[in-house]
């Protein structure tokens, strides 16, 4: 037998017993207070009702009608009042001879009271009243007692059984579901019928199979674009290595260039992955400082010109002041740059890129603005997320490594800053950040 078949009987036969466990807990109460229990009980209601009487006697001692009532307590409570000079137990035929058959004596119950009148006398009375064995009646309630546990028993065991079916089932199917989900059918579609809770719980798993499936897909296109994009600059690398062995004579600068561009190619794609790691765990920190961030754009803006000299690139940075943040000046400086190579990388033929730097209140805004052939609406949610690409054929980038959106992200996010992205086919895309503004 398995384990799973295991924990299943557990389950059920635990509901079963526990069910089982407080029927019965509900007999031996009902058992006790209706037999051990209630001689006990009928004394202390006669008690009571004893009290009751004085409680009455004692508001009505003056009500001319007093002995109307005192009648009435004898005829409804067998409760008898009288004057106790004058007092004597009365003779009950037939109760004496029910206490001497039963080998049980008749108890009673007697309070004397004293009184005190409007008119300042004191009267003293008796309070009688007879407690009558009731053995009988216990005898009676157990004989019945008989018949209704044994059909309370029957009642409880179906009920018990049914209850810890229903209960125990949709458990079952889910954790078979769940064992299923576990070896990688991500296909898996969990259905929980019945209680509130379990149809909650089959709700989760249902979202975290298409969650798991979704990240299952993202990592199979990450395999690919990476391999991709690590194929073509290592055959590069090795047709050009090969070339200089085959004719170490005839060796180039451009053949040099080609393999330095390439290794650089592979080290940046490395490092991305490396910093996407480490975002995601939290294990770098933040070494926060006030930098002039209008200038730390202008230079990477330089720079970037720089590195596309040949390739006809216009790029114009528009500013009105210069502007400090406090913030991590390495990271903050990635995200522009990623902003950028991601223009440069999608701007299409009319290769211009505008940047506008913006403030509002106290945040300054940075957008970066390409022209190329922009995002379809659906796409736009998930162009965030790390290693989406679009249903386009995966084209290797100008420049970078293709993960920098995601870096973006979790960078923005540690600052608590936003991003965010505007796009239209044919007509572009913008992308912005915005941070906190140093106040000092």
């Known amino acids: 037998m398995s384990i799973l078949n295991i924990n299943k009987q557990r389950l059920k036969w635990k509901i079963f017993s526990f069910l089982l466990g407080f029927c019965s807990l509900l007999l031996v109460i009902l058992w006790l207070f209706q037999t051990v229990f209630l001689n006990d009980m009928y004394k202390f209601i006669r008690k009571q009702e004893l009290n009751q009487a004085i409680a009455i006697v004692e508001r009505e001692i003056d009500n001319p009608e007093l002995q109307t009532i005192l009648f009435r307590m004898q005829a409804e409570n067998d409760i008898i009042v009288a004057p106790t000079r004058d007092f004597i137990p009365p003779h009950r035929p037939g109760r004496e001879a029910f206490g001497s058959r039963n080998n049980m004596s008749l108890q009673t119950i007697t309070e004397v009271k004293e009184f005190t009148l409007q008119s300042g006398q004191t009267v003293s009375l008796t309070f009688y009243a007879l407690v009558v064995p009731v053995n009988a009646t216990v005898t009676t309630l157990r004989y019945q007692l008989y018949f209704i546990s044994g059909i309370m028993i029957l009642l409880a065991v179906c009920l018990a059984l049914i209850i810890a079916k229903r209960v125990s089932k949709p458990i ?22 019945g209680f509130f809770e379990i149809v909650a719980l089959s709700d989760t798993l249902n979202t975290a199979a298409v969650e798991l499936s979704r990240v299952e897909a993202l990592r199979r296109e990450l395999l690919a674009n990476v391999s991709h994009d690590l194929r073509t600059p290592l055959s590069l690398i090795y047709s050009y290595a090969e070339m200089m062995n085959d004719f170490p004579g005839e060796i180039t600068p451009e053949q040099t260039r080609v393999i330095m561009d390439e290794t650089r190619r592979l080290t940046a794609l490395v490092n991305d992955v490396l910093d996407i790691s480490q975002l995601e765990n939290d294990m770098e920190r933040l070494a926060t400082t006030r930098f002039n961030l209008t200038l730390n754009i202008r230079e990477t803006v330089e720079r970037v010109q720089e590195l596309l000299e040949n390739e006809n690139f216009d790029i114009t940075f528009t500013h009105n002041n210069d502007v400090y943040v406090n913030a991590d000046e390495t990271k903050i400086g ?59 054929k995966h084209k290797r980038a100008v420049i970078g490594t293709g993960l920098g959106l995601f870096i973006v992200k979790k960078i923005i996010e540690i600052h608590g800053g936003e991003y965010g992205v505007t796009s239209k086919i044919g007509k572009g895309s913008t992308f912005w950040f915005q941070i906190e503004i140093s106040d000092i």
């Open 172 to 193: 079952e199917e889910i954790s078979q579901k769940a064992q299923t989900l576990a070896k990688g059918d991500y296909d898996t579609r969990f259905d929980g019928k």
């Open 334 to 392: 990635r995200v522009f740059y990623n902003l950028l190579i991601n223009a440069v990388n999608y701007s299409g033929d009319s290769r211009n890129i505008g940047i506008m730097q913006s403030i509002t209140e106290n945040r300054v805004r940075i957008s970066i603005t390409d022209s190329g052939e922009g995002i379809a609406e659906d796409d736009l949610p998930f162009i965030w997320d790390r290693y989406f690409k679009s249903g386009k």
